[in-house]
């Protein structure tokens, strides 16, 4: 997106209240702390023991890592609260349950023979995803259901460094194989961009819906079927904005790219109702004009699939006056078909910290409605390794850039 040329810079003296209003808002503090909201508060000169009840309360949207408590204590981090935010972290990631949402949020994780879409939810149940109308998204609030009764903990094995190394190779191979059959389906994608206030509130937004669909002669083709007018605030949507929903959101890393990236292995771990293998994902070098994925990718351990991916395009691109930055992102998949996991929902919820100012900005996209145009893609069994190691063959089953122009 590139900045609106009138808008001012915001100074440090407004940036703190605004900042510290904003963090007063109850409906607002259920939701988990992102990093780049942590980084916020640093920047605005919030105490230590401010941000750790913040983050006792809300907990976190993110794992903690090395490079995050290096960022972290770049701005002002004492040891104590990289300790408070790792060990609630910690305890996110190690399968305990997360903070009930009160925005709308994704489906759970679930192996499923219908799209998400599909499948509406019973009108004494709260919505779990964006209510979907005829021309537009709502992102609607909604209470926690009630909490399930607790299961002792699964105990879960770690795979050797041998097997780790074959899962990725089947994963990866795997993607490549998605990537080609989603290729063959028809499908309709919901656009939601809103900027938001000091305060959190929403102040400007940009809505599309597209069919992707093929014409008479058998060619990919995009059609739009709802564009009211925008009326974003402080940026513009870009074409490589548009390009990021379109490809860059619903995909990672597959067999042609591995050799660029750096993938370790993190930990194996319950996901609603999965247990996944759990990757880091980041570029092994940054090759000018180039755009890669960094980030965490969630496997399934059944059929070694990624179900879930969290992370941001890179690089952040600064040059001189001209800005390009991207938002963290996160994509759930649901199993189509009985076949691969394909993308349903993406969500991106960040800051993006311009040279004139830092500017929330938040993503909805909802995937719905997958046919099967037709079927040219060939499936062939991969080899699995792994301490479950009896995967369904697989068959049918990101982030967008900001730009920040001249002030």
């Not at 941000?51 to 408590?69: C, K, S």
């Amino acid at each position: 997106m590139k900045k609106r040329r009138f808008q001012k810079t915001i100074k440090r003296s407004l940036l703190v209240a605004g900042v510290l209003a904003w963090t007063a808002l109850p409906a607002i503090c259920a939701r988990p702390l992102t990093k780049d909201e942590i980084n916020l508060l640093l920047t605005a000169g919030a105490s230590a023991p401010k941000i750790m009840t913040l983050v006792a309360e809300r907990g976190v949207a993110f794992m903690m890592t090395p490079a995050i408590a290096k960022e972290f204590q770049k701005h002002g981090a004492t040891p104590a609260l990289i300790k408070e935010i790792q060990k609630i972290s910690d305890q996110l990631y190690s399968g305990a349950p997360p903070p009930p949402p009160t925005l709308a949020s994704p489906p759970p994780l679930a192996r499923s023979a219908l799209p998400a879409a599909a499948q509406a939810p019973s009108e004494s149940e709260p919505s779990a995803a964006p209510e979907v109308g005829a021309a537009t998204v709502k992102l609607a609030r909604h209470s926690a259901p009630a909490a399930p009764p607790k299961e002792p903990p699964v105990k879960l094995t770690n795979p050797s460094p041998a097997e780790i190394q074959k899962i990725i190779q089947t994963f990866t191979a795997k993607e490549a194989l998605f990537k080609a059959a989603r290729s063959d389906y028809t499908y309709h994608q919901i656009n939601l961009v809103e900027t938001l206030d000091a305060d959190g509130h929403v102040d400007g937004t940009w809505e599309q819906d597209w069919d992707i669909l093929y014409d008479d002669n058998g060619r990919r083709i995009e059609k739009v079927t709802y564009a009211p007018v925008g009326d974003l605030k402080g940026v513009l949507l870009t074409e490589q904005d548009l390009y990021q929903m379109r490809h860059t959101q619903p995909f990672v890393v597959t067999t042609r790219e591995l050799p660029e990236y750096n993938i370790r292995y993190l930990g194996h771990v319950p996901l609603d109702k999965l247990t996944v293998y759990v990757f880091r994902v980041e570029p092994k070098a940054i090759k000018k004009h180039h755009e890669y994925f960094d980030g965490v990718v969630y496997v399934d351990d059944h059929d070694l699939q990624i179900v879930k991916t969290e992370g941001r395009q890179v690089p952040q691109i600064r040059h001189g006056s001209y800005e390009n930055l991207f938002p963290s992102f996160s994509t759930w998949r649901r199993q189509i078909d009985g076949k691969f996991w394909f993308p349903v929902f993406t969500e991106a919820d960040d800051t993006l910290y311009f040279s004139g100012g830092p500017v929330h900005i938040k993503e909805i996209i909802r995937y719905t409605d997958y046919k099967q145009f037709r079927s040219t893609s060939k499936i062939k069994m991969i080899g699995v390794a792994g301490p479950n190691p009896n995967p369904q063959p697989p068959a049918t089953a990101h982030p967008s850039s900001r730009k920040q122009g001249p002030r």
